[in-house]
């Protein structure tokens, strides 16, 4: 028997970040949770490796689309959805050019879920 995927969580709303992570646990994930994308990508680096990410798109100094770049230079392929609740924002275009998925803020967790049963083997 393996291991339920390991999904990183970066928002730099701890409250988000929780609520997230205790709505994953609940679909069978296991996740791992930061306020900060420097904290994330350190981890990011040894195992076990995540299998997705979920980052929030608008953050103090490094964001989110930025994150999903050095994430994938660490993990490549890594599935990646970035979370905003801006709907007009000059991140968003660079977000949905990086292949990343982009979902509205306040997420509905089963699109999440959906995401997540789409892009893990």
């Known amino acids: 028997m393996t291991d339920a995927p390991l999904i990183l969580i970066v ?10 992570a ?14 900060s994308a420097d904290a994330a990508l350190s981890r990011a680096s040894a195992p076990p490796a995540f299998e997705a990410a979920l ?6 100094g490094r964001d989110g689309a930025s994150l999903a770049s050095d994430l994938r230079q660490h993990l490549p392929g890594l599935p990646v959805a970035l979370l905003t609740g801006y ?7 660079l977000a949905q050019r990086s292949g990343a998925a ?19 083997p």
């Open 55 to 60: 980052l929030d798109l608008v953050m103090p």
């Open 22 to 35: 205790r709505a994953l646990g609940r679909h069978g994930y296991r996740t791992e949770s930061f306020t």
């Open 102 to 120: 982009v979902f509205t803020k306040p997420v509905v967790i089963q699109e999440i879920v959906d995401f997540l049963r789409s892009e893990i």
């Open 87 to 93: 709907t007009r924002s000059p991140l968003l275009s």
């Open 11 to 20: 928002d730099d709303d701890p409250a988000t970040a929780r609520m997230l």
